[in-house]
């Protein structure tokens, strides 16, 4: 079975900034494109951004300019940098392995708790 690790989460007060990271196997990192995805407490999941092999991004309009998407095939690592949190990015995220830049792969993370409060 494939694991895939996500960590970087916390607690952040508004304006501040983490970093996530997510990591699976060297094989499986770099063959395939790779996502975050977010879910609050009563919401669906929802697309944070995507990354293609080769690094090329896009990312979700609600966190545009704030968040940013990028991996190191050679450390087999994905980055997500959250700057200027708002208390609305608060969620569960979670990395995904596979798929397209417009939809999903099969491989998730457990994901790791982000929590922006004052």
């Known amino acids: 079975q494939v694991h895939v690790a996500e960590s970087g989460g916390g607690l952040a007060q508004p304006g501040e900034s983490l970093n996530l990271s997510c990591t699976t196997e060297r094989s499986i990192f770099v063959n395939n494109y790779m996502g975050w995805y977010r879910q609050a407490p009563g919401k669906a999941r929802e697309l944070v951004g995507r990354?293609?092999?080769?690094?090329?991004?896009s990312i979700a309009e609600a966190v545009k300019g704030r968040f940013t998407i990028s991996r190191d095939n050679a450390k087999s690592t994905m980055y997500l940098q959250m700057n200027n949190l708002k208390p609305e990015d608060t969620a569960v995220y979670y990395c995904?392995?596979?798929?397209?830049?417009?939809?999903?792969?099969?491989?998730w993370g457990q994901g790791t708790q982000v929590t922006v409060s004052s």
């Open positions: 995904n392995v596979g798929g397209t830049m417009s939809t999903w792969g099969d491989l």
């Open positions: 990354i293609t092999i080769s690094g090329r991004s």
